[in-house]
C-alpha cells in the first residue's frame, strides 16, 4: 500500500512492518499506540522504524492513519472528563450543608 507520511511516499506491506519491527523493544506507552504482533509500540516509535526518519518530522495520526489502513489496531488517547471547579462559595455551601427547614 502506498501511504504518505511526511510529505514522502512510502510502499508500506503488513509483512514489510512486521518484519521490521521484529526484535525492536517496545518504549512505554504515554498517548497513542499501535499493536503489533502482542506488543503496543508507541505510534511515534513505529514511525521512526519504519520510516527510518526523525519523530519530529511526522504526525502521530500519519502513522495511525497508515497502519489503521494495513489492518494494525491502533489506540488513541481517551478523551478527559472535564474536571468540576469548584467557587470558594460552592466549597463554603458544601461544608455547612443544607439548611434544615421546619
Same mark, same amino acid.
Given at each position: 500500500?502506498? #501511504?504518505?507520511?511526511?510529505? +514522502?511516499? +512510502?510502499?508500506?506491506?503488513?509483512?514489510?512492518? @512486521?518484519? =521490521?519491527?521484529?526484535?525492536?523493544?517496545?518504549?512505554?506507552?504515554?498517548?497513542? =499506540? !499501535? /499493536?503489533?504482533?502482542?506488543?503496543?509500540?508507541?505510534?511515534?516509535?513505529?514511525?521512526? !522504524? /519504519?520510516?527510518?526518519?526523525?519523530?519530529?518530522?511526522? =504526525?502521530?495520526?500519519?502513522? @495511525?492513519?497508515?497502519?489503521?489502513?494495513?489492518? +494494525?489496531? #491502533?489506540?488513541?488517547?481517551?478523551?478527559?472528563?472535564?474536571?468540576?471547579?469548584? =467557587?470558594?462559595?460552592?466549597?463554603?455551601?458544601?461544608?455547612?450543608?443544607?439548611?434544615?427547614?421546619?
Amino acid at each position: 500500500m502506498r #501511504c504518505v507520511i511526511a510529505r +514522502f511516499p +512510502f510502499d508500506l506491506s503488513k509483512s514489510g512492518v @512486521l518484519e =521490521s519491527m521484529k526484535g525492536i523493544k517496545p518504549e512505554p506507552v504515554t498517548g497513542e =499506540s !499501535v /499493536i503489533i504482533g502482542r506488543r503496543h509500540y508507541p505510534a511515534k516509535q513505529v514511525g521512526q !522504524v /519504519i520510516t527510518r526518519q526523525d519523530r519530529r518530522d511526522f =504526525s502521530t495520526a500519519e502513522v @495511525l492513519r497508515a497502519m489503521a489502513r494495513l489492518g +494494525f489496531t #491502533c489506540r488513541t488517547l481517551p478523551e478527559a472528563l472535564p474536571t468540576r471547579i469548584e =467557587s470558594p462559595l460552592q466549597r463554603a455551601s458544601a461544608m455547612l450543608g443544607t439548611p434544615v427547614t421546619a
